[in-house]
T-cell receptor, first 119, second 111 residues
């Protein structure tokens, strides 16, 4: 089973709203990722969690706040977003060896995404 | 300088033909290479992964890697209209958690 689930599928929010995106996987993966994808562009990495700790933050604005409550769940809290933040938000997960000597072969599996529209 | 380069296309091929998708990358230390297929409005789906020089075949798909030339390709044999999608080349390098995607090549298979 290589399933990553994301909720909600679609989200419309105003610039003053607070909302959260959720991601879940039960593959035992210890690395989880948030990507943002605009139309006709490749996915852009936002955050990486490794063993429930934030390991990469690609200089994402503070209006995006990630959270990894346990090894299966990943949240992205949204607050005071701008219309240009409208995009497809993708969650992914992969195996991640604790020693960091896995040779980089771990494959990322993507969830179906949340289509976000900020008005 | 872009780290992973692909021709954005569209690449049009007739049904039953071989589609050839190409990708080059800039980091010689790159270790892992992936091809994802993405239908419009959907999330990327892994098609192939390749780690060593040479060819790797899986059904109608063959991935080719040439690390000396920093080049990776995907061949799709007997192309079907259902193969029409954007194909993203992804490369893992410089710290094994980060994967960089190319812009993607849009493939159109004409019935």
């Amino acid at each position: 089973d290589t399933e990553v689930t994301q909720t909600p599928k679609h989200l419309v929010m105003g610039m003053t709203n607070k909302k959260s995106l959720k991601c879940e996987q039960h593959m035992g993966h210890r690395a989880m990722y948030w990507y943002k994808q605009k139309a006709k562009k490749p996915p852009e990495l936002m955050f990486v969690y490794s063993y429930e700790k934030l390991s990469i933050n690609e200089s994402v604005p503070s209006r995006f706040s990630p959270e990894c409550p346990n090894s299966s769940l990943l949240n992205l809290h949204l607050h005071a977003l701008q219309p240009e933040d409208s995009a497809l938000y993708l969650c992914a997960s992969s195996q991640e060896p604790r020693t960091g000597t896995g040779g980089g072969r771990e494959t990322q599996y993507f969830g179906p995404g949340t289509r976000l529209l900020v008005l | 300088q872009k780290e992973v380069e692909q021709n954005s296309g569209p690449l049009s091929v007739p049904e039953g033909a071989i589609a050839s998708l190409n990708c080059t990358y800039s980091d010689r230390g790159s270790q892992s290479f992936f091809w994802y297929r993405q239908y419009s409005g959907k999330s990327p789906e892994l098609i192939m992964s390749i780690y060593s020089n040479g060819d790797k075949e899986d059904g109608r798909f063959t991935a080719q890697l040439n690390k000396a030339s920093q080049y990776v390709s995907l061949l799709i044999r007997d192309s079907q209209p259902s193969d029409s999608a954007t194909y993203l080349c992804a490369v893992r390098s410089g710290g094994y958690q980060k994967v960089t995607f190319g812009i993607g090549t849009k493939l159109q298979v004409i019935p």
